[in-house]
């Protein structure tokens, strides 16, 4: 157990729809990093946040946002979905943005 | 643009037989490196991590790497494997400019261990 949660473990929906994902990081971890792992892409960064503020983006779409609240959970928001979203969506955390990051165990969104 | 290239897809291997995986990544800065493992229905653990000094790096279960600065490589070996160490493996890279936002991942090595 990585200590990060993800919620829910899979997601099924249809396109054009709207989804939530969450993630709670390990506990005093002030960064969340999202990720995108697909069969043609591989693992790819889309956003981070520390300690509330958005840090750097990576190949997040435009139909993509993510925010991290006080409470320091992260949620990514991915809206007018298309059938090439369908992924297993990772959260990660860390102490600071130069230390290790620690994976959840991700969640499996697939696109009807 | 920056990127990090596993050789081998697709490893087969019977147990106590040695493993390496190649990692190569093409960045001329200074990186952090990284190996880690996705057992079958798991999240990605770390296996090892290298920041600075001895490019000889050695992480959990037995794993060791090698940073060679002048290759940009970062291999990952193991003298005997096991059966238990089937699994994915990829290879990060983060980058030390832009604040170390992000971790770039190589495409993962499918590791099979036979009996």
């Known amino acids: 157990d990585s200590g990060v949660t993800q919620t829910p473990k899979h997601l099924i929906t249809a396109t054009g729809q709207r989804v939530t994902l969450r993630c709670s990081p390990r506990?005093?971890?002030?960064?969340v990093y999202w990720y995108q792992q697909s069969l043609d892409q591989g693992l790819q960064f889309l956003i981070h946040?520390?300690?509330?503020?958005?840090?750097a983006k990576g190949n997040i779409l435009e139909r993509f946002s993510a925010q991290q609240f006080p409470d320091l959970h992260s949620e990514l928001n991915l809206s007018s979905l298309e059938l090439g979203d369908s992924a297993l969506y990772f959260c990660?955390?860390?102490?600071?943005?130069?230390?290790?990051?620690?994976f959840g165990d991700g969640t499996r969104l697939s696109i009807l | 643009a920056q990127s990090v290239s596993q050789h081998n897809h697709h490893v087969i291997l019977s147990e106590a037989a040695s493993l390496e995986l190649g990692c190569n990544y093409s960045?001329?800065?200074?990186?952090?490196l990284f190996w880690y493992v996705q057992y079958p229905g798991q999240h990605l653990q770390l296996l090892l991590k290298?920041?600075?000094?001895?490019?000889l790096v050695k992480g959990i279960k037995g794993f060791e790497a090698e940073f060679i600065k002048s290759k940009f490589s970062f291999n990952l070996r193991k003298p005997s494997v096991q059966w238990s160490d089937t699994a994915e493996y990829f290879c990060?890279?983060?980058?030390?400019?832009?604040?170390?936002?992000?971790?770039?991942f190589g495409a993962g090595t499918r590791l099979a261990v036979h009996p």
């Open positions: 960045y001329g800065g200074t990186v952090n």
């Open positions: 946040y520390y300690n509330g503020e958005e840090r």
């Open positions: 990660a955390s860390s102490v600071d943005v130069d230390q290790p990051q620690h």
């Open positions: 990060a890279v983060r980058p030390l400019s832009g604040g170390y936002n992000k971790l770039i």
């Open positions: 506990s005093g971890d002030l960064s």
């Open positions: 290298y920041f600075s000094g001895d490019p």
